[in-house]
């Protein structure tokens, strides 16, 4: 291990244990999932888990998951989750009392803007709103101003709970505002749409967000038009969340590939090749 | 030991403290697992495949994950060899000197490349104790078909390679025509041979109607392939002299004891540090427990002690 931190090569990812506190369902197809794990003293906002669920021998990998709150004195991790496969479906059905392990912190999370002074924009697309919520958190605790978009499908999965969480948080003169593609609820329409409002009206020194891929694209297209910093969380299929399998590639504007657990999964989004 | 069993054993030269070793592009360059046990304990590790070259390796999705197993396309996206002695051969020698052996894998798309590879690790990576010579790569020259997809292909890449390698030299074969090719390659030269390689499979999304891989097929691997590998260790063992590092789908102790009993001096993990990063300690554990069990004082005793 000498030889290794001489090198910088330390690996800082961990296997910890953990054991359900809360795993509920919140909104449609989505749950709020708190655990007790030691991972939490460690863990940075816009870093995730890769968790073990038990119940199925025949699928071998974890599941990754961000967090949107982490309490390091208790040793607490809050995460939000959409049931979108056979692993998360798993997942929710572990109960109050359960214990398994997760690999973690993974990555490198969010990063303050370099320029303090700026407000900033957190755009979320679905449950991408749980790592932003954890951003919220980092710039709530570095005094920086922000607004958030939230947008989801329908009103249906909009997950309040997870909103009230974030509320307390806000700014004096600060909002969520909530986006639909349905028009269900709030603004109708695709959160970049209301995005070209909000700068239009304030001055933002920075973007931070987490979506469907084809969302953030269009963040940071509208980030590079107007010369706004932008950090962009990526997902991909992963096989280990620590750099030993080479999967989770991310191309890049300069050529080659990036990995998404290791040098992700926050990037600066004009570096890459979207 | 603990148990008082010996555990060492003697790869085709490589030297082990027990026979654990890790398989190529499941394990990084070993730095990656510090955080979770001490790597030395292993008995070695075998880096990503290397080449002449960096490589940028294969469009994402890279990796798909289907019954009992994973499939991949990763394409042996790697630094090259300059670039990985450059930053992490500090950390493999360290690893060496720790006591834990380093194997090299060699990576190309032409018996050139192959060649161009193993003298860059001769030259630059001095410390590794072995160089494992990955011949299921495509060779590009000779319209993609596998570099040792026969036993005259695998002969002819391994001829032209034996000469330039000083250290133990390892062949890690296709699962293809395991008898005929083990022979050749122990002829051409190999001290030893590791199998298998993933088995070439397909998965389809029946919605997009599109592979789930950035590419048709892809590598299967993962507990899905063990019987198969059993099977090859086994008809390799009887086909050759020179030891067999077991490789396939070895997810527990029990998995390792019976690629051993097929015949295998080493066993190597893969797919299965992915998901259980301190798979390798815990294997070793239940390994040496099975051999206390068999009332043996060596492992070496139970390598092919396999009764049919």
């Given amino acids: 291990m000498i030889a290794a931190n001489a090198q910088g090569l330390q690996g800082t990812v961990g296997l910890h244990e953990f054991c359900v506190l809360a795993n509920e369902q919140v909104a ?27 119940g199925d021998p025949t699928h071998i990998l974890r599941i990754p998951l961000s967090f949107s709150h982490a309490d390091a004195p208790d040793s607490h991790v809050t995460m939000y989750y959409v049931t979108v496969g056979e692993g998360t479906k798993r997942l929710s059905s572990m109960r109050t009392g359960d214990i398994s392990t997760v690999v973690g912190p993974c990555g490198k999370g969010w990063r303050l803007p370099e320029d303090l002074s700026g407000r900033c924009l957190l755009v979320s697309g679905g449950i991408g709103l749980a790592p932003i919520a954890a951003a919220a958190g980092m710039l709530s605790d570095a005094g920086i101003a922000y607004d958030v978009i939230a947008g989801f499908q329908t009103a249906a999965r909009i997950p309040e709970r997870l909103i009230s969480e974030m509320e307390p948080l806000l700014a004096d003169d600060a909002k969520i505002h909530l986006a639909t593609d349905d028009g269900s609820y709030g603004f109708a329409g695709f959160t970049t749409r209301l995005m070209e409002q909000l700068i239009a009206e304030h001055s933002y020194g920075c973007v931070l967000t987490c979506g469907p891929e084809v969302m953030m694209h269009g963040i940071a297209a509208i980030c590079a ?16 969340g620590f750099g030993a399998c080479g999967a989770c590639n991310i191309p890049l504007v300069a050529g080659g590939y990036a990995s998404c657990c290791m040098d992700g999964p926050v990037f600066d989004a004009k570096e890459v090749a979207w | ?10 790869l085709g030269g490589i030297k082990m403290r027990n026979p654990i070793n890790t398989a190529s592009g499941t394990f990084g360059f070993g730095w990656q697992l510090e955080g979770f046990y001490d790597v030395s304990m292993l008995g070695a590790i075998t880096t990503k495949g290397t080449s002449a070259v960096p490589w940028e390796g294969n469009p994402a999705p890279r990796l798909c994950e289907v019954t009992s197993g994973i499939m991949n396309t990763i394409g042996l996206a ?30 190309g798309h032409s018996i050139e490349e192959y060649r161009d590879a193993v003298r860059l690790i001769e030259e630059l990576a001095p410390f590794a104790s072995g160089v494992e010579l990955n011949i299921s790569c495509p060779n590009i020259a000779r319209g993609g078909r596998l570099v040792g997809g026969t036993p005259e292909d695998a002969s002819e890449v391994v001829r032209a390679v034996r000469p330039l390698v000083s250290r133990p030299l390892l062949v890690k074969m296709a699962p293809v025509r395991v008898p005929e090719i083990a022979k050749a390659c122990e002829d051409a030269g190999a001290d030893a041979l590791s199998l298998i390689n993933t088995i070439n499979a397909m998965s389809i999304d029946i919605h997009t109607r599109r592979s789930r891989l950035s590419k048709p097929t892809g590598g299967l691997s993962g507990p899905a392939i063990h019987p198969i590998a059993v099977r090859m260790v086994w008809e390799a063992a009887r086909a050759v002299s020179i030891p067999i590092n077991g490789i396939g789908g070895i997810a527990t102790g029990a998995d390792a004891a019976e690629m051993i009993l097929a015949g295998a001096t080493a066993v190597t993990i ?7 990063p301190t798979a390798g300690p815990r294997i070793l554990a239940e390994l040496e427990q099975w051999a206390v069990e068999q009332n043996v004082s060596d492992i070496n005793e139970l390598v092919g002690a396999f009764e049919c």
């Fill in chain 2, 1 to 10: 030991m603990v148990s008082g069993v010996n555990m060492a054993v003697n």
């Fill in chain 2, 270 to 276: 893969g797919t299965q540090n992915l998901p259980d």
């Fill in chain 1, 28 to 54: 449609r197809d989505t749950f709020r999932l708190e655990i007790s794990s030691l991972v939490a003293k460690r863990i940075q906002p816009g870093q995730f888990m890769n968790f073990a669920v038990p």
């Fill in chain 2, 78 to 107: 790697n630094p090259g060899v300059a670039g990985i002695v450059e930053k992490f051969g500090a950390y493999l020698a360290g690893l060496e000197d720790r006591g834990c052996r380093v194997i090299m894998q060699a990576a």
């Fill in chain 1, 225 to 240: 038009r107007e010369g706004i910093a932008c950090q962009a969380s990526m997902e991909r299929m992963m096989g280990c």
